[in-house]
């Protein structure tokens, strides 16, 4: 069974610093795109940071500077490092991993191109 699971959400001040992880099972991330994405409304989901599978990345406006995507070694794990958090990053976190990512508004898997997808994390930022 391929599949990812996000780790690492909690509820943290403003201004504060939280990492998370999305971890694979059963495959690892050669040759994958991965995305992280949150929703923070009810049919309201953001591409926030891509780690794509040549080493560059993707950062939304939004959290330039603030936030950063990397991986592990092995190739197990991508990372999600969140710093200077604002209330605004309030929102389940999700990763997803296939051929390419997309920003379409919508949080879920994608047949075809999209397919790996977890259960996600909530992160709460107050203040």
């Known amino acids: 069974l391929v599949t990812v699971a996000e780790s690492g959400g909690g509820s943290i001040q403003a201004g504060g610093s939280l990492r998370l992880s999305c971890t694979a099972s059963?495959?690892?991330?050669?040759?994958?795109?991965v995305g992280w994405y949150r929703q923070i409304r009810v049919n309201e989901c953001e591409l926030v940071a891509t780690?794509?599978?040549?080493?560059?990345?993707y950062y939304r406006g939004s959290v330039k500077g603030r936030f950063s995507v990397s991986e592990d070694s092995a190739k197990t794990t991508v990372f999600l490092q969140m710093n200077d958090l604002k209330p605004e990053d309030t929102g389940v976190y999700y990763c997803?991993?296939?051929?390419?990512?997309?920003?379409?508004?919508?949080?879920?898997?994608?047949?075809?191109?999209?397919?790996?997808w977890g259960q996600g994390t909530l992160v709460t930022v107050s203040g």
């Open positions: 997803g991993g296939g051929s390419t990512v997309s920003d379409d508004g919508y949080c879920g898997p994608r047949e075809g191109y999209l397919e790996v």
């Open positions: 059963g495959f690892d991330f050669v040759g994958v795109d």
């Open positions: 780690l794509r599978d040549d080493g560059s990345t």
